[in-house]
């Protein structure tokens, strides 16, 4: 099999791109390299292999990254927001085959990356863009063709089991895990009831936190869409939320709202969310193996702040001691 550097090379002469350089960024999901033509404008060719074995394959499916592809040469369409717009090849097609290897090239997007929203101000920004992409995922028509993993229960169901089974195995703390479950059963219960509509269903960017932001004067952009599948809009308000602190929520809101109309019973639902967004994405966490390490402080934060208060019925979304802190 050939080496990742040697696809990378190889893939770039699919492209109409007359490059200088290509420096490897990093690997997770997939690897990146940040690859420079001579008129110094840059892109980002990502190979799609994961590093990990709890990657799931589906993710690396040529017509699961067309479909992202797609999605993002839409909202440049559509949306006046700077995104990694994707860029065809040669033979007019978004993913690049090389050795069975599939490849994609998008546009670079430049911005300062930052560990936490640190203020109101910024905040604001991030509600912003995401009320955009909101709003343009309502009204867009998703093409038949178009496939996706779709943020459903399922997951969820999934997750808690995996916890369970470490509980057994004196893994994690059998009380912790039993309050997370019955958080994520009334989690389950209000998603479920809820009827899916344009105006709170559509493709979702599903990872909207800030390893996935880049902070740019007065705006916020969005990369990596890697993980976008179809789910509820409130799905990924929830997972932001997970980083966002709770002084800082409402005015996040406040800039989301200019753009997409939340629903009337809103901190209910982003409650909900907020914990299903949680326990969706520890079905991954659950399979990196240095999550031994960090999983059972974060599961016992978590079951004693928000999962504790929102089976207690007790609102959180807007006050109380995060649970990093």
Known sequence: MKNVQDISKEALNCYSIPYHSIAHIGQNATTVYKVTDRNNNCYSLRIHLSRNDAMESIWSEREVIHSEMIWLESLTRDTDLVLPSPIKNNNGDYVSVIAGINCTLVKWVEGEQKQIVPSVKEAGYVGEMIGKLHKQSSSWMVPSSFTRPIFDHSRIVQSVEKLKHLANRDELDINDVEIVQSAGVRAISMMNGIERTSGNWGVIHADLIPSNFLFHEQEVRAIDFGACGLGYFLFDLG?????????????????????????????????????VAQLETMHFWIGLPESKEWLPGHISKLASREFKSYLNKEEFLFSGTPYWE
């Open 239 to 275: 997972w932001t939320f997970s980083y966002i602190h709770p002084a800082f929520r409402s005015h996040l809101l406040e800039a989301y709202t200019k753009h997409f109309e939340l629903p009337h019973n809103y901190v209910e639902q982003l409650e909900g969310f907020f914990v």
